[in-house]
Structures are given as C-alpha cells and as structure tokens.
C-alpha cells in the first residue's frame, strides 16, 4: 500500500471517528434529527475531525481543498441518498461514495450547513451548487435560507453573503469542472431521477410534492437571497458587514437588471483596482499569512462579477423592488449608525468594494432614468433610491488608495508570472507604459520567464518601440538593450507565421533596415554573423521540404532584425549559387509581410525587394548563367501563391515597372536589363496565369508607350545583318526578334481586350499610338491590329493592291519608295509571314489566270525572287508560315518549278506524282539559295546571317523528310502479294526523293559562303539516316548494285564540300549504307 492511499484510509477513519462521536452525544436522539441550537453540543468531534484531515495536510494546498470538497459531497450525496430512499443495490455499483458514506451515521442538513459556516466551506459549497440544474439549485439555497434565517447569528449572516457573492462570481477562473464535481453532478441527476430508486421510493418520489427534492414554487435566486437578507438585517452588527451586504446587493441587481453585455474594462484601469485592493488588503492582513498570488485571483474574480451580466435571470424581483429593498436596508443600517466610518483615512476592501458599486448603480441609473419612460410613482421612486445612495455615497468620501506606477508593475509581474486569469490582458500594458515602472533588470527578467505570454504581433511592435526609446534614453544601458533585443527576437521567431508575417509587414513601414536601422550599433553587434550563419544553413541544407518551415523561420528572423540586408542576401545567392533560386523563392513566398509597398509604376512606390533586385541586376549579372538564375527568381516570385488568395509575392505589375520599361528602348545597349532579359520577363509576366478583373495589371505600367517601343525595337529588326557602328549595341538578334513578336502579340491582345471593353476611355491614348508608329515599316503596324481593332485600315504598299483583290473598306494603299511597280509579289510574301489571318487572305485573295502560261511562269519567276528577297530576315516562326504558302501554291497548280535531271545519272522507272509538292519545295529551295548565293545578292549577309539561312533551310527540309515518313507510313502493310509490291515500289520512291534532298543539300553546302554551315551538315545527316532507315525497312526496294551506285553517287556529291571534318563524317555515313535485296 502505497502512502497516499494509507493517508486516504487515515482521513476516512478520522471522519468516520469524528461523526460517530458526534451521534453519540445526540443520544438518546441522533444526528439525522440534529437541531440547529444543538450543533454546540455535539459538533466538536466532528469540527476537530475535518480540521486534523484538512488543516494538517502535509502535501499541497490543492490537496487540503480536495479534502474539503470530498467530505461536503460525501455529505451531501448522503442527505440526497436518505432523502430519495436509494436503492442500495443499485447504490453500491454506481455511487462512487457509497462505502465512505455508508460507514458514517445518518445525518441532516443542519450537520452540512453548520460545517460549511464554522469551518469556511462556502466557497466549495457555492461550487457544488452551480453544478445543479436551475430549479434545484433555487431549492438547495432555499433550505440553506431556511437554516440561516432560523435563530440566526452574524456566523449565519457572513455565510449567506459569502455564497451569495461565490454564486454571483459562478466558475470564475476555473474553465472545466473538475472530477469531484462531475462525480456530485452525476450522482445528483442519478438520485433525482426514479430509475435509480426502489420501487416504492419511486411511488413516493414521483407523487409527493412536498419531498425535500422536488423543486421549490420559486427558482429566482434573487429574489431567495434579497428576501433572506431582509429577514436576517437585524442580525448584522458591524460595517464590514453591512458593506459587504449591500455590495452584493447592487452587484446584484446591476449584473441583474442594468446590463446585459460584460464591460470589457481597460487593462489600466483593472490593474488599477487590482492594486488598490492588493495595497488594503496587505495593510490590514497579517504579513505572514498574506498570499499575494491569491489576493490577485480573488480580486480579480470580484471585479469580473461586478462586470459580467449574472447568470441568474430575475423572474420574481423588479428592477424597482430591488432598488427599494437595498433602499430600505441602507436606511435601517444608517439609524443603527453602521454605516458610518470610522477611519475615513484607512478603508477596507469592503468600503472600497461599496463606494464602487454604489458608483456604478448611480450612473447606469441616470442613464435609465434619461433614456426610458416612467411613470410618476417609479421616477419618484427611483428619485428616492438615488438620493439615499447619493447620500451614502457622500458618507463614503475616502480618498482613493494612494498607489504608484511601481506597485502597479509589480502586481502585474505576478499576474502574468502566475498565469492568472485575464494576464494575457496586461502583457501588452507591461511591454509598454509599465516598462519604465521596474529596474531595467527587473522588467528584462519577467519578459525572459515568460516570453511565451508575449507572444502576440501586437505586444511585439510595442516592444520594439520601448526597446528603441529605452536605447535613446538609457545610452549606458547597452547590455540590458541588447539582451532585451535577443529576447525580442527570441519571442518573434515563436509567432505563428501569418502573425510573423503581420509583424514584418509592419516593420517595413517604420523601417526598411528593421532593428538595425533604429537602434545602436552596439545593440546590434553581430547580426552580420547570424545572417550569414542563417543563410549558410539554408543553402548548405537544400530544398527538402521538411526543412522549409526551419528555413522560413530562420528567414523571418534575421528579416525582423534587418528585412532590407536579408532581401539582399536572398538576391545575391540567388544569382551567384547554382540552384538557390529555387530554393530562396519558396522561403519569401512563406514570408508575404517582405513584399512591402504597393505594386505601381510611380516612382517611389517599388517594393524593397524590387530595389534589391534592381541593386543585384546592376552588380552582378556578369554571364548569361546569372542572368538566367535572375530571371528564373523573378519567375518564381511571380507565380501565384495558393494560400494567398492567387496573389503573388512579386506581381508582374512591378516586375514591368522596374526591369522593363526603364530599360526598353531601341538602343538599350547599355542599360542594367538587356533587351532579351527585358522581353524574356515581360513574356514570364504574360505567361502567368493570373485571374485578374478588368482592367488587366499591364494597363497600370504605360500600356501604350510600351507598345510603341516594342514596335520600333521590331522595326530595327529588319537591320539585323547590318553590323553596328564602333561603340553602338548590337542589332536584335533573330532570336530576340521571335521573343519580340510573341510578348507583342500577347500584350496587343490584352490591350485590344481592354479598348474594345471602353472604347472611349482608350481612344486619345489609341490615336495616340497610331499616330506614334505611323513612321515606322508598315508590316509592324500589322502587328497592332489586335489593338485597335476596327478604328484604322490595314494600310499596304499599292503595289500589292495589283496582285490581291481586298476589300477597299478594310484594306487601303501606301506609296512607299522601296515598293515601286512589281515588287506586289514581295509584299505578298511579307504580308504571308506575319501572321495565319493574313497568310489565309493572301492566298484567297492572290489574282492569277492558271489558264495563261505566261502568267503562271511570271508568278512563279516573280516569287522565287520574292522569296529570296524576304528569306533572310525571316524569324522560324514566319519562315514556317511561307513554307506553308508555298505548299498552298504548289498544291493548287498556281507554283511552277519545273524539275531537272541534275542529279540524276539514269532516268528512274517510278511514279513520282504523290511526292511533286516536296520536290517542287526542294528545287525551289535550291533555286532561291542559288540565287541568293549568285554573285549579286553574296554580299547582303555576314556569316551569323548565312548560319541563320542555313538554318531555316535546314528546318524547310525536315518538314519535307517528315512528310515523306508519314506518307511511307500510310503505305499497306499486310502481306498481299499486290500490296507488297505497291509497298516496295512507293519505299523506291521515297529514297529516290532522299537522294534527291541530299544532293540539294550538298550543292547548297557547297554554294554558301564559308561552306560550313553546321545546320546544313546536320541536316545531310539526318537525311543518311532516314535512307538508311529505309533501307533497313524494305531491303527489296534497291538491289546492291543499285546502293552500291547510290553509295558512289553520295561520295562524290560529298568530295565537293571544303571541310575535311564533315566529308569524313558523311563518307562514314554513307559507307554504312547497304542492301539486303
């Protein structure tokens, strides 16, 4: 048996000792028939045996109140159990006091009452009655009433107040019923209900109504406790007493009848009444005996009672009967001179505890009296009531309790050390007003116990502040500053990160530098290591996803001390460290209180994250590495956050205004941004799926003006091949041009979306742009249709006019120089390139006889120079679109390229009329580098011109070798002896016209300047392999001999190309050519 169950079975002997003694001294009668002038006879053993359990507990306080509490629900749940005749059978499995109880003699409610008022029981008691139903709690306090008010004492008087005040506080601190109470609330709706009772009980309990359980005529706990009160006034005979009585009463009423809605006080003024009630308390108690912890919590119970609308709805008692009740008693207790002080210059808590009720009741009732209608007989009677508590407010007219700021700090030191209730509500007032109130070193230390109380957004930024002036005023006082600071830190790195985030965001507004930037150097000593050691963990630590949350942490720590050096940081790893942009994008993307600002392009609302990255694009994008590292950051900060409601911690509003538009221009050879980053982010920007309402984001960053720029950056586009001056930026590159067209296009349609939504609103600015780009070549104008819509024409040189039939309302001519008479073919072959709409009315709109010869073989003569004339300056995109137009011509019979035996050495026995499209294409190719080649059009390009050439060329014969496997692939493939004819014949077809490819190929080789176009070299190949390929498939379709010729034929063609590395690559390749059949 372990001690504590040993003391258990000791304190139960000893009670049953005590009652057993008691029952004794009542014979020949017993304790169940007790009466209350008896008590003193035979109470002693009982007394002596309660105060041997509970006043000598050698373990805990809490432990002594346990007792307590035990031994009134033991009683209790005996009296219930004796009154409702419990059937034992059922008794002795479900009453868990069924043994203590039942070793103890019976018993009646004078035995409870009278041990609640002799040994101060009345707060366990109140307790226990707030754990019954309405009804019989009014009729539990009745029998209590009937006990007290019977022969009654000032004992009896005090312990009525005394439950009447606890039952007013209700649970106060105390969140959760504790198991004591669940066991009596179980029991008690067990005894009360007739399935727990014997059968004839039953009968009885159901049928009596006069039994001691069933509930009373009245259940207003009001009017019970005012009713007592008035029998027992009599009975009172000091002013503590009678201060106490008619504070009560007011709380009463006024919690009652005057609000219905707790008044929430300032924490300052609680604290306030706290103090007060601490320093009276602590001058009239003795100092051994005085618990500061526990002052506080009853304090503080008392004032949130006499704030809080009572839990007892009055049902029996008027507002005006009550006011008349506490009248009548006020003026019995004044001819009695009881209340009168008699040191007006040393209250006690009781006075201090009436004068305020007395001025609470006062107001709200002048306040009623104004705002509600009366008769004559109530405003004369709330007239009287006023006046006789006016009057006993006057005789109250005490000083108030002298305290200081100190005495203030100290109570609130305890509050919150302890945890008592309502401390969260004077946390903030200690971080700030009452900082000043303790020793520096007192006030740190109560923060560093209890950092977790201060753990609010609110209470930190207050902290900053009274750390930022305590850093102004106490200038010797560097040690305790910065450990006040560490432990500011310390408290703000344990936020939730939404408050984290709060608090950052409100950071930036009072600084960008954070801590940094408003306090001493001294103070801050050493952040320049802590950001490195955070950021050396991070990035040595990697992305795993279970160390973002210790990164995010790490992040909004060192930001909180510094935002604008950890933004910095953050873009400089991001650019110098492979990979850490990743990385770094999701750490700030958690950290939405660093964006600061607003997104804008007027000048001074960029966000400090942006002008950090404006600082890192100007130092440090030294290579094309950091530059793409740069712009995949950018991209990511970009991207909508989901737990942001689909904001982004970047908005591509500010990307524009800050990388691009400062830095967009013709000649932006010298700018931060280059023109491929500029229009790289500005396609990012497009790219991003953001579901914005009208108007779109672009429209805030000079919609116009950009567009405008954009199209003269394109109209120097045509000067691509030119080389520029000494000094000058280079020209746009092609790729640059491709990029170019594509965030043209994406803006012009965001643009046209709004303009055609308020035409009137964008009409001066749409005029505006016409107007701006009408200098320019007319094909970037086409570019701008998206935009304005049906506002203008689409304006081309005249001399398309001749050779397109277009409707005049839509389309209108230009005299331009450089488009004299028979260049309409020429810009035929423009208008076909910029765009698939366009492409598709040329080809339907083209004028030309197929019935006359003469004009078929212009417009094919005239075409092969238009073609050569527009190839080189095409991008990939629009080179595709003229292929495509070419194919359209050549499938409708309007092209003519006639085919040469040039590369033939005998004349092939094949049908090659399902493959005239990808010859005529082929020949027709060679035709125009063969002239582009010649000896007057050699000069246009340099040599990345003649790469790009090769390149286009390049791809136009991959289009012509997939079309070519797709129509292999269409071919039967069962074995049918007709169809595996038919197959071999059309796999002979397919390498006839390979060959063919690889001979055009070389001789363009051969032809262009250098002669070592890598994109031609690769593509003869690519043409090897697809031979090959389809040798390896149908090796019936050539006989040995017959690649044998083949392989020669290739070598020779090949011999003629200058560089020995290609010729030897392509030998090898076409040495492995071979046949099976």
């Known amino acids: 048996m372990n ?72 009683l209790w749940s005996k009296l219930l159990g004796r009154e409702s005749e419990e059937d034992m059978e059922i008794g002795w499995r479900e009453n868990p006091f069924f043994s203590l109880q039942n070793s103890l003699p019976d018993i009646n409610r004078t035995v409870m009452f009278e041990l609640v008022k002799l040994k101060g029981f009345s707060q366990i008691y109140a307790q226990l009655l707030l754990c019954l139903p309405s009804s019989h709690l009014s009729s539990e306090l009745e029998k209590l009433v009937q006990h007290v008010t019977r022969n009654s004492t000032e004992e009896d008087v005090r312990v009525l107040l005394e439950v009447w005040w606890e039952l007013w506080k209700g649970r106060g601190g105390r969140q959760e019923e504790d198991d004591l109470d669940k066991v009596f609330t179980n029991q008690w709706t067990r005894l009360t209900n007739t399935t727990g009772l014997s059968p004839q009980a039953a009968k009885r309990f159901k049928s009596d109504p006069d039994t001691p359980t069933s509930p009373p005529s009245t259940t207003d706990v009001l009017s019970i406790l005012f009713h007592a009160l008035g029998e027992m006034k009599e009975h009172l005979s000091t002013s503590d007493l009678c201060y106490r009585a008619l504070s009560n009463c007011l709380d009463s009423l006024y919690t009652s009848h005057l609000i219905d809605q707790a008044i929430i006080l300032p924490a300052e003024v609680q604290l306030q009444s706290l103090t007060s009630t601490v320093i009276v308390r602590k001058r009239h108690a003795e100092i051994e005996k005085f618990d500061l912890v526990q002052v506080i919590s009853e304090a503080h119970s008392d004032l949130k009672a006499a704030h809080t609308p009572s839990q007892f709805k009055p049902c029996g008692m008027t507002l005006m009967q009550a006011l008349q009740t506490v009248s009548q008693l006020t003026q019995a207790w004044e001819k009695r001179g009881l209340l009168e002080m008699t040191d007006s210059g040393d209250p006690g808590v009781l006075a201090l505890r009436l004068k305020s009720c007395l001025a609470r009741v006062l107001e709200s009732l002048e306040e009623r009296s104004m705002s509600e209608t009366m008769d004559e007989g109530e405003r004369q009677t709330l007239n009287n009531v006023q006046s006789t508590f006016r009057g006993l407010l006057g005789s109250l007219s005490f000083p108030d309790t002298e305290h200081n ?14 945890r008592l209730e309502g401390f969260q509500d004077f946390t903030l007032l200690f971080a700030t007003e009452l900082s000043w109130s303790l020793s520096m070193e007192e006030w740190i230390s109560c923060l560093e116990r209890n950092k977790t109380a201060f753990q609010r957004k609110d209470i930190v930024m207050k902290l900053v502040s009274t750390l930022m002036t305590k850093c102004q005023i106490d200038t010797e006082e560097v040690e305790h500053c910065r450990k006040l600071k560490d432990i500011i830190v310390n408290i703000f790195t344990e936020l939730p990160l939404a408050e984290k985030n709060t608090t950052l965001a409100e950071m930036l507004t009072c600084s960008k530098k954070g801590l940094q930037g408003s306090l001493p150097l001294a103070v801050t000593e050493g952040f320049s290591e802590e950001l490195n050691m955070a950021f050396n963990c991070i990035i040595q630590g990697g992305a795993a996803q279970n160390n973002l949350s210790l990164a995010v942490a790490a992040i909004a720590r060192v930001a909180f001390q510094n935002p604008e050096a950890t933004l910095r940081r953050c873009c400089h790893l991001a650019v110098v460290n492979h990979g850490a942009h990743s990385l770094l994008s999701k750490i700030l993307q958690q950290l939405s209180g660093l964006r600061g600002g607003a997104p804008g392009c007027t000048e001074g609302t960029g966000s400090l994250l942006c002008s950090c990255l404006q600082d890192t694009a100007m130092t440090k994008l030294s290579s094309a590495k950091e530059e793409d590292q740069f712009l995949h950051f950018l991209v990511a900060l970009m991207q909508p956050i989901i737990s942001e409601s689909g904001q982004s911690f970047l908005h591509p509003e500010e990307v524009v205004c800050a990388f691009v538009l400062p830095h967009l221009s013709p000649s932006s050879g010298s700018s931060t941004c280059s023109l491929e980053l500029c229009l790289r982010l500005l396609h990012s920007a497009f790219s991003l799926d953001f579901q914005d309402a009208s108007p779109h984001w672009v429209m805030n960053c000079s919609p116009f003006p950009l567009l405008c720029v954009l199209c003269q950056i394109l109209n120097e586009g045509g000067r691509c091949w030119e080389l520029p001056a000494e000094g000058a930026p280079r020209h746009l590159s092609m790729e640059s041009k491709v990029l170019l067209v594509t965030v043209l296009t994406a803006l012009g349609k965001v643009v046209g979306r709004e303009v055609a939504s308020a035409p009137n609103t964008w009409s001066r600015a749409l005029f505006w742009l016409y107007n ?92 092969l120079v238009a073609v050569t004339q527009t190839l080189p300056w095409c991008t990939i995109t629009e080179w595709g679109r003229l292929l495509r137009a070419m194919r359209e011509l050549l499938r409708s019979g309007r092209l003519h390229v ?99 490819l690889f001979c055009h190929v070389q001789h363009i080789q051969v032809m262009m300047p250098g002669g070592q176009c890598e994109s031609l070299f690769l593509c003869a190949l690519e043409i090897l392999t697809h031979y090959e390929a389809v040798l390896a498939a149908h090796p019936s379709s050539s006989s040995h001999l017959e690649t044998e010729n083949t392989r020669h034929f290739f070598t020779t063609i090949t011999d003629n190309l200058d560089s020995a590395e290609m010729k030897a690559v392509l030998h090898q390749k076409i040495a492995q050519l071979s046949s099976t059949g």
């Open 772 to 863: 701006k780009v009408e200098a320019l070549d007319w094909t970037v104008r086409f570019h701008l249709k998206v935009v304005w819509g049906d506002h203008f024409k689409n304006e081309v040189p005249f001399s398309l006019l001749a050779v397109c039939e277009l409707p005049e309302q839509e389309w209108s001519g230009l005299k331009l120089a450089q488009y004299g008479q028979g260049t309409g073919l020429l810009v035929w072959m423009e208008c076909c390139a910029v765009s698939d709409e366009i492409q598709d009315i040329m080809l339907t709109s083209l004028v030309l006889d197929q019935h006359r010869p003469d004009d078929v073989n212009m417009f094919s003569k005239g075409l």
């Open 898 to 996: 006639p085919y040469s035996l040039e590369y033939v050495d005998f004349l092939p026995l094949l049908d090659l009329r399902a493959f005239s499209c990808e010859l005529g294409l082929s020949v027709l190719l060679l035709r125009v580098l063969q002239l582009l080649c010649g000896s007057s059009c050699k000069d246009w390009l340099p040599g990345q011109g003649w790469a790009h050439v090769g390149r286009l060329y390049a791809s136009a014969m991959r289009e012509v070798i997939d079309s070519l496997r797709g129509k292999l692939s269409q071919s039967p493939s069962n074995k049918d002896p007709k169809e595996r004819a038919a197959m071999t014949t059309a796999s002979q077809e397919v390498l006839f016209v390979l060959s063919q």
């Open 3 to 74: 001690q504590d169950s040993w003391l258990s079975c000791e304190k139960t002997a000893v009670l049953q000792g005590g009652f057993l003694l008691a029952n004794r001294l009542c014979q020949p009668a017993s304790l169940s028939a007790l009466q209350k002038e008896d008590w003193s006879k035979v109470g002693h053993p009982i007394l002596q045996a309660v105060r041997e359990i509970c006043g000598q507990e050698r373990g805990s306080c809490l432990s002594s109140v346990r007792w307590k509490k035990k031994i009134i629900c033991v």
């Open 405 to 418: 700021t100190g005495e203030m700090a100290h109570i609130a030191v305890a509050i919150i050390n302890h």
